[in-house]
């Protein structure tokens, strides 16, 4: 099953980590990055984990037995 969410930045910009890829990004001071979650397999979808780390202008995103999409919010891929 897919889930998904929006990250915000409200007021400042926010660097985005997604990890194990290493991948990185800026989301701007009012924008935003849309990020899909599908579990590696359907049978293992209650092993798939997504942890959120948050530091004062730093999130990690990090990924266990699932897979990762995230876009800005033109809809341009984020490349994770």
Known sequence: ????????????ELKVRF???????TVMAGDYLDISVW????????????TL???EDEMVI???WCL?????STGMDVGV
């Open 19 to 25: 990890e194990p890829s290493g991948q990185e990004t």
């Open 39 to 50: 579990p590696l397999r359907a049978d293992q979808a209650d092993d798939a984990e997504l």
């Open 62 to 64: 990090s990924q266990d």
């Open 68 to 72: 990762l999409y995230a876009e800005d």
């Open 1 to 12: 099953m897919k889930s998904r969410f929006r990250l915000y930045a409200r007021e400042q």
């Open 53 to 55: 780390d948050y530091w």
